[in-house]
């Protein structure tokens, strides 16, 4: 009896060290994650996610799952971020904000929600400091600029030929009447890529000149899409023969439809070059991650990957992603292997983008854009509409009426100083901006009447 006690004894002792292997093995071998919020189109996603699971997999022997957080456009994932920061300062449980270009990443690290971390130097030593105006490195190493964003027109080439459409080489061109309906764009308070666009006139042509195109083209504009993508999509359908466009849309549906039928174009002299961000947020949930991230994002397997074609070495498995990366020594040799037409590091910029100018009044845009352009739309084409059927004479009055800004330039930036801090006094003066545009359209349709 004492000895069947004593092995029971034993025999429990025994199962209880081998469970202890085994859990601990199982706890050792079990998945790590990693999670991120982007507003990257599914390819990205996929090849990135796929990529590094293989890559984190070979240098740490363990496993990690990425999953990607669908929080919607730039926009609406700063105004998560921000929300759940609000509701628990330590954390938003985010590991990774990546893409969105960067003006949200300099938002996000004023707000002191970007967790600093410093690239190893064998990877930041193949970095430039800078392109075109626009840092690729943060000078804290909060954010870094993981791939390189131009913007322009996409053009339906057979839709132009047989509408026999006005030829459009610069964002000016887009305010042709003869393009009324023939215009598509995206909300930029829901598109960080639609806002650069609209940041980037501003400055390209100055406040004034700018907003005049602004209403102009967007007088023009069919619909504005949720997604910087639906703008795209409606070209490559021939719904419309243009649309403002990133760099990614505009040459993802050129690779597919062909050049003969789709055609991307940055405008001369007016466009820019802008990194997309990459950062890790304060408080992620799985920090050692998400530096592993951002070293091979930053590094030459995630660089190499935005550039080279499906199916070759170091490229991507599913989606050719046709996006520029930061490495300059990437464009050495032929140009031809690669899926991006330009190299951007040898692009001469005719105007310094100001970053800091275009953060400082990123609410302040995309509220007199949404109020005094998309949420009053109808309004807008019907007074371009009845415009547009007046001799030169008497047009011209009301156009210049028509495209004047409702501030000034100055008066944008006292704004900027209050305006995501004080909501409710934005909200009032945006509310009074839309009547007073509602006002000026309709009375210029009238107007114009015979």
């Known amino acids: 009896m004492r000895r069947t006690c004593r092995n029971s004894k034993a025999l429990t002792t025994i199962s209880a060290f081998f469970l202890s292997i085994i859990l601990n093995t199982f706890i050792q071998a079990q998945d790590r994650e990693l999670i991120i919020v982007s507003p990257h189109w599914e390819g990205i996603q996929h090849e990135f996610g796929l990529a590094f699971e293989a890559h984190y997999e070979k240098q740490t ?10 929080l919607g456009g730039t926009g609406q994932i700063e105004k998560a971020l921000d929300a759940s920061f609000r509701a628990t300062p330590e954390s938003a449980q985010v590991d990774v904000f990546f893409g969105g270009g960067i003006d949200p990443f300099q938002s996000q690290k004023k707000n002191r929600q970007l967790l600093a971390y410093k690239l190893p130097e064998e990877i930041l030593k193949h970095i430039p400091h800078s392109v075109g105006g626009f840092e690729i490195v943060d000078p804290d190493f909060e954010y870094y600029g993981a791939a390189l964003s131009s913007f322009g027109v996409l053009e339906n080439r057979r839709v132009v030929e047989i509408m026999k459409l006005p030829e459009v080489k610069t964002w000016e061109d887009l305010c042709h009447p003869q393009l009324f309906t023939w215009v598509s764009s995206s909300d930029p308070r829901k598109s960080g890529s639609a806002h650069m666009v609209y940041e980037i006139i501003l400055q390209a042509y100055g406040w004034e000149k700018g907003w005049q195109v602004i209403y102009q083209s967007s007088a023009n504009v069919r619909s504005f899409e949720q997604a910087s993508s639906g703008a795209t999509k409606q070209v490559s359908l021939g719904e419309v023969a243009y649309a403002f466009a990133i760099d990614i849309n505009g040459m993802t549906q050129q690779a597919f439809l062909g050049s003969d039928n789709i055609r991307f174009s940055i405008p001369d002299g007016v466009s820019v070059i802008n990194p997309d961000g990459i950062a890790i947020m304060k408080g992620a949930p799985n920090l050692d991650v998400a530096q592993a991230f ?57 105007f310094q983008y100001q970053t800091k100018l275009g953060s400082s009044r990123w609410g302040v845009v995309n509220d007199l854009m949404g109020q005094t352009v998309i949420d009053v739309h109808s309004h807008l084409v019907k007074a371009w509409k009845a415009v547009n059927k007046l001799p030169p004479e008497r047009r011209s009055p009301l156009v210049a009426r028509l495209s004047e800004p409702f501030v000034t330039e100055a008066e944008a930036a006292d704004l900027a100083k209050f305006w995501s801090k004080d909501k409710i006094r934005a909200l009032k003066l945006g509310n009074q901006w839309m009547s007073r545009a509602v006002a000026r359209f309709n009375e210029i349709e009238k107007e114009a009447q015979p």
């Open 61 to 70: 022997g363990r496993t990690v799952q990425v999953r990607w957080r669908d």
């Open 294 to 350: 951002l070293r091979f994002a930053m590094g030459p397997e995630g660089q190499a990957l935005w550039m080279t074609p499906t199916g070759q070495p170091g490229g991507p498995v599913k989606f050719g992603i046709s996006r520029m990366g930061v490495w300059p020594e990437l464009y050495e040799g032929d140009m031809s292997r690669l899926l991006v037409p330009v190299n951007p590091f040898k692009i001469d910029f005719n």
